[in-house]
């Protein structure tokens, strides 16, 4: 029932009507006879009415804004005060015609006219009796039409179902008032003093809570024992939704707890607050997110996924610690570079000018590089691919994958991978944790800005394992590019494309590389720099650099090639250039604290400044020394620091033909030297070596330094050349380094580290090389510049070993065997 009708009934009367009155009775038998007595004027003007229906008898307020409506009110009000009230079919329409209007309708009597403020007409009208439309005579200045009365049918006063009927109807009105908290008891007066049975059926039916269409549908019953079965129905279920909007009710107001009645007292807390001055309200936090989620360019699945996460964020409670765990969620939804890319800038010569201007040599790498890039450009939706850059340390690994982001356009982040040991740095943890956070992929990822930046993984080779997981098995999917395009982050719950993201992995060796994670990588070798390639990154970006960043310029210090030449020599041993970067910056120290103490100093180093500062060269060690010495051979290594040269030493002693080896060696070294021992015990003739003498003398062999870990196969050949030097006091050849790996039927097999293996030869002024022929190929990669001033032996087996390294020329002061 509507609060408004009940209210108006209540103050409304229905007997002769004097304008002066305040109350009107309610209708009775006798009124309701006399009106139905009542003939009809042949034409009526028609008011239609917007949203409510009239019935007979009954008395409501009707404000007219039209300016038909208000020229009919007039004229009708100062002639018999008699209009046709008729209901709209559609409320919208503002200048309704006779298709827009029903055909059945109540005859009204005008019973005060009221003038608004605003300017509106509102006035009170009574229902009499129903009409039916049959012709509309015009419609100017309003409608007017021809109507015939609709009587109505009666059942008989002893008819005991419709008495049923209308007990229930009142009994089920005094329910709904008094259940209803809008509606006031004063009402239930009215309905006990209806006395009219028609007239309470069209009181209930007018009151209800019911859409136009279902009151017309009541008024054209023309039955008034159907209209009444009808009216109860439609109570019935008015009823039901009023039990059960009560009973919810009362169950939400019985599950008011005390973390409920907190929430409210802190929300009058944080409106408190607002008005003070401070602070913002979760529900301009929410509206906010919901703005920015416009602006957004993912896809559909992830647009419903956080309208879903927003949606439960707005039913909880602010001040539960869930709320700040969603928030931050949904904080990360916002941030992350959904289908933002940035334009990639596809001038390659542009970008190997770059390349160039940053990294002096690694001539290789910066054309694999533009290759890739060429690739990018002529597909232009390719997945990018995977890049492992591996190489010692210092020869600018990480800084070539900054200069093939600023060659692309893209923006560059690094995640360093040293030591990494958590699964869930990378995959991230659930958010149901505490403390939880999404994994460094997708925070770097949320730090750029795009969906498509360059990526370099440092020290990719540095990962390890751990009882929280294998950080490098959760790098499979990240570096897959047939997977990547919905790579799976715990936190975030949802696929992120990676798919458009160049992944540059920097590694120092790959054998601590898992293989599957090293197959979907494309492996470029950077090798380190020769010593004119190492002077002029001392030239060119190192001497500079560290001036800027001590202060100074290159007005107050100069280091010449022949000084920078002195130092990579003298005080560095590596293959990149970090050790000499060291250095220089110790020069450059030096002449800042005297610009400083305002002391004189050399502009222009000299080698004895060089002396000065860094001491005296502290690695002569490594130059090739003499062949004067028996069983002393120069072998080639390669270490994680790039190339290097050892001496494998032998000597003979008097015993029982016992093998020892020192020097810190591996396993795999060891057995060469066992290797080499029994292979030379089973060629003795051959090499002119008398069998007792494996009998009456003792063999050592020793690499120094003794401190050094050492290990690998290749020293196999610089093994072999040392013991039959030593049986048989032959000199090795002069400047002469080798490295191979040998087998007992006398095989010599290739090894790797070619390229760095050469530049540690070159530092340490070797003329000649032996490698095993099928390294020929590793060679013939290398750029002429690197192999200038050297000379290569290639061998297939063991005695091609020895007629090239050994002369036939005995030592000084050769033992008697």
């Given at each position: 029932m509507k609060k408004s009708k009940?209210?108006?009934?209540?103050?409304?009367?229905?007997?002769?009507?004097?304008?002066?009155?305040?109350?009107?009775?309610?209708?009775?038998?006798?009124?309701?006879?006399?009106?139905?007595?009542?003939?009809?004027?042949?034409?009526?003007?028609?008011?239609?009415?917007?949203n409510t229906v009239l019935f007979p008898g009954v008395v409501i307020p009707i404000t007219a804004g039209r300016?038909?409506?208000?020229?009919?009110?007039?004229?009708?009000?100062?002639?018999?005060?008699?209009?046709?009230?008729?209901?709209?079919?559609?409320?919208?329409?503002?200048?309704?015609?006779?298709?827009?209007?029903?055909?059945?309708?109540?005859?009204?009597?005008?019973?005060?006219?009221?003038?608004?403020?605003?300017g509106n007409t509102t006035i009170i009208i009574q229902g009499k009796k129903r009409f039916e439309i049959q012709d509309v005579v015009s419609e100017e200045p309003y409608l007017t039409a021809t109507v015939k009365d609709v009587p109505e049918a009666k059942p008989a006063v002893d008819n005991e179902e419709f008495s049923a009927i209308i007990e229930s109807i009142k009994d089920l009105s005094l329910q709904i008032i008094k259940d209803s908290p809008n509606i006031p008891t004063e009402a239930s007066f009215a309905i006990k003093n209806i006395e009219s049975n028609s007239f309470l059926v069209n009181f209930v039916s007018s009151n209800m809570n019911l859409s136009v269409k279902e009151k017309q549908d009541l008024l054209e019953v023309n039955d008034l024992k159907e209209r009444a079965l009808a009216t109860l129905k439609l109570m019935n279920v008015e009823l039901q939704k009023l039990e059960l909007k009560n009973d919810i009710q009362s169950k939400v107001q019985s599950d008011m707890n005390q973390q409920q009645r907190e929430y409210f007292l802190h929300q009058q807390m944080k409106t408190i607050q607002e008005e003070l001055g401070g602070g913002v309200s979760s529900g301009e936090e929410i509206e906010e997110m919901r703005q920015r989620a416009k602006t957004k360019k993912w896809n559909e699945k992830v647009a419903e996924h956080f309208d879903k996460e927003l949606s439960k964020m707005q039913r909880m409670n602010p001040q539960v610690a869930e709320y700040s765990i969603q928030r931050n969620y949904l904080d990360l939804f916002l941030d992350l570079p959904w289908n933002e890319f940035s334009t990639d800038k596809f001038d390659l010569k542009r970008a190997m000018k770059i390349l160039d201007r940053d990294h002096y040599g690694l001539d290789d790498v910066k054309k694999r590089?533009?290759?890739?890039?060429?690739?990018?450009?002529?597909?232009?939706?390719?997945?990018?691919?995977?890049?492992?850059?591996?190489?010692?340390?210092?020869?600018?690994?990480?800084?070539?994958?900054?200069s093939i982001a600023e060659a692309l356009g893209r923006e560059y982040v690094r995640m360093s991978l040293g030591g990494l040991r958590d699964e869930a740095e990378i995959r991230g943890h659930r958010k149901t944790y505490i403390g939880a956070m999404p994994g460094r992929i997708?925070?770097?990822?949320?730090?750029?800005?795009?969906?498509?930046?360059?990526?370099?993984?440092?020290?990719?080779?540095?990962?390890?394992?751990?009882?929280q997981g294998d950080p490098s098995s959760a790098l499979?999917?990240?570096l897959d590019p047939e997977q990547n395009s919905e790579f799976h982050d715990n936190f975030l719950e949802m696929g992120f494309d990676l798919s458009k993201v160049m992944f540059i992995a920097t590694s120092n060796s790959l054998n601590s590389i898992q293989p599957a994670l090293m197959d979907r990588m494309e492996i470029i070798n950077v090798t380190g720099y020769t010593i004119e390639e190492k002077v002029e990154i001392g030239k060119r970006h190192l001497l500079p650099k560290q001036l800027k960043e001590h202060g100074l310029s290159d007005k107050h210090l100069k280091?010449?090639?022949?000084?920078?030449?002195?130092?990579?020599?003298?005080?560095?041993?590596?293959?990149?250039?970090?050790?000499?970067?060291?250095?220089?910056?110790?020069?450059?120290?030096?002449?800042?604290?005297?610009?400083?103490?305002?002391?004189?100093?050399?502009?222009?180093?000299?080698?004895?400044?060089?002396?000065?500062?860094?001491?005296a060269p502290k690695l002569e060690r490594d130059k090739y020394e003499n062949n004067n010495v028996a069983g002393v051979v120069t072998g080639l290594a390669w270490t994680r620091v790039g190339?290097?040269?050892?001496?494998?030493?032998?000597?003979?002693?008097?015993?029982?033909?016992?093998?020892?080896?020192?020097?810190?060696?591996?396993?795999?070294?060891?057995?060469?030297?066992?290797?080499?021992?029994?292979?030379?015990?089973?060629?003795?003739?051959?090499?002119?070596?008398?069998?007792?003498?494996?009998?009456?003398?003792?063999?050592?062999?020793?690499?120094?330094?003794?401190?050094?870990?050492?290990?690998?196969?290749?020293?196999?050949?610089?093994?072999?050349?040392?013991?039959?030097?030593?049986?048989?006091?032959?000199?090795?050849?002069?400047?002469?380094?080798?490295?191979?790996?040998?087998?007992?039927?006398?095989?010599?097999?290739?090894?790797?580290?070619?390229?760095?293996?050469?530049?540690?030869?070159?530092?340490?002024?070797?003329?000649?090389?032996?490698?095993?022929?099928?390294?020929?190929?590793?060679?013939?990669?290398?750029?002429?510049?690197?192999?200038?001033?050297?000379?290569?032996?290639?061998?297939?087996?063991?005695?091609?070993?020895?007629?090239?390294?050994?002369?036939?020329?005995?030592?000084?002061?050769?033992?008697?065997?």
């Amino acid at each position: 029932m509507k609060k408004s009708k009940f209210l108006k009934l209540d103050s409304l009367s229905f007997q002769d009507f004097d304008e002066n009155s305040e109350l009107i009775p309610l209708m009775t038998p006798e009124d309701e006879a006399e009106i139905n007595n009542e003939l009809l004027p042949d034409s009526l003007p028609i008011l239609p009415l917007r949203n409510t229906v009239l019935f007979p008898g009954v008395v409501i307020p009707i404000t007219a804004g039209r300016d038909k409506s208000i020229k009919l009110i007039k004229d009708a009000n100062s002639g018999s005060k008699v209009i046709g009230v008729v209901s709209q079919k559609d409320e919208l329409v503002e200048d309704p015609s006779a298709k827009d209007i029903f055909k059945k309708g109540t005859v009204a009597r005008i019973l005060k006219v009221l003038k608004m403020p605003d300017g509106n007409t509102t006035i009170i009208i009574q229902g009499k009796k129903r009409f039916e439309i049959q012709d509309v005579v015009s419609e100017e200045p309003y409608l007017t039409a021809t109507v015939k009365d609709v009587p109505e049918a009666k059942p008989a006063v002893d008819n005991e179902e419709f008495s049923a009927i209308i007990e229930s109807i009142k009994d089920l009105s005094l329910q709904i008032i008094k259940d209803s908290p809008n509606i006031p008891t004063e009402a239930s007066f009215a309905i006990k003093n209806i006395e009219s049975n028609s007239f309470l059926v069209n009181f209930v039916s007018s009151n209800m809570n019911l859409s136009v269409k279902e009151k017309q549908d009541l008024l054209e019953v023309n039955d008034l024992k159907e209209r009444a079965l009808a009216t109860l129905k439609l109570m019935n279920v008015e009823l039901q939704k009023l039990e059960l909007k009560n009973d919810i009710q009362s169950k939400v107001q019985s599950d008011m707890n005390q973390q409920q009645r907190e929430y409210f007292l802190h929300q009058q807390m944080k409106t408190i607050q607002e008005e003070l001055g401070g602070g913002v309200s979760s529900g301009e936090e929410i509206e906010e997110m919901r703005q920015r989620a416009k602006t957004k360019k993912w896809n559909e699945k992830v647009a419903e996924h956080f309208d879903k996460e927003l949606s439960k964020m707005q039913r909880m409670n602010p001040q539960v610690a869930e709320y700040s765990i969603q928030r931050n969620y949904l904080d990360l939804f916002l941030d992350l570079p959904w289908n933002e890319f940035s334009t990639d800038k596809f001038d390659l010569k542009r970008a190997m000018k770059i390349l160039d201007r940053d990294h002096y040599g690694l001539d290789d790498v910066k054309k694999r590089i533009i290759e890739y890039l060429a690739v990018l450009k002529l597909r232009n939706d390719m997945k990018s691919p995977i890049l492992c850059l591996y190489g010692p340390p210092g020869v600018g690994k990480t800084s070539l994958g900054k200069s093939i982001a600023e060659a692309l356009g893209r923006e560059y982040v690094r995640m360093s991978l040293g030591g990494l040991r958590d699964e869930a740095e990378i995959r991230g943890h659930r958010k149901t944790y505490i403390g939880a956070m999404p994994g460094r992929i997708i925070q770097n990822l949320k730090k750029a800005g795009t969906s498509n930046p360059v990526f370099v993984l440092d020290e990719i080779d540095k990962l390890s394992n751990s009882n929280q997981g294998d950080p490098s098995s959760a790098l499979l999917e990240v570096l897959d590019p047939e997977q990547n395009s919905e790579f799976h982050d715990n936190f975030l719950e949802m696929g992120f494309d990676l798919s458009k993201v160049m992944f540059i992995a920097t590694s120092n060796s790959l054998n601590s590389i898992q293989p599957a994670l090293m197959d979907r990588m494309e492996i470029i070798n950077v090798t380190g720099y020769t010593i004119e390639e190492k002077v002029e990154i001392g030239k060119r970006h190192l001497l500079p650099k560290q001036l800027k960043e001590h202060g100074l310029s290159d007005k107050h210090l100069k280091i010449a090639k022949p000084q920078l030449e002195k130092i990579v020599e003298g005080y560095t041993r590596e293959s990149g250039v970090r050790g000499l970067e060291k250095q220089i910056a110790k020069m450059v120290r030096h002449a800042a604290k005297n610009i400083a103490m305002e002391e004189t100093y050399n502009l222009k180093v000299t080698n004895e400044d060089v002396i000065e500062v860094l001491g005296a060269p502290k690695l002569e060690r490594d130059k090739y020394e003499n062949n004067n010495v028996a069983g002393v051979v120069t072998g080639l290594a390669w270490t994680r620091v790039g190339g290097d040269i050892l001496f494998i030493e032998s000597i003979l002693s008097k015993g029982k033909g016992n093998l020892t080896i020192t020097g810190n060696l591996g396993k795999v070294m060891k057995e060469s030297a066992t290797i080499a021992m029994e292979y030379i015990k089973a060629n003795a003739d051959e090499f002119g070596i008398k069998p007792e003498v494996f009998e009456n003398y003792n063999v050592h062999i020793h690499v120094p330094e003794g401190a050094t870990p050492k290990d690998g196969p290749s020293a196999g050949v610089t093994m072999l050349t040392s013991l039959v030097s030593l049986f048989t006091q032959r000199k090795v050849k002069n400047s002469l380094a080798m490295t191979g790996e040998i087998t007992l039927r006398g095989k010599v097999l290739p090894v790797g580290g070619i390229k760095e293996k050469i530049l540690a030869a070159k530092r340490a002024r070797i003329k000649e090389i032996l490698l095993c022929e099928d390294n020929k190929r590793d060679i013939d990669e290398i750029k002429p510049e690197y192999l200038k001033g050297l000379t290569f032996h290639y061998v297939k087996d063991m005695s091609d070993v020895l007629k090239l390294a050994l002369t036939n020329q005995k030592v000084k002061n050769a033992k008697k065997l």
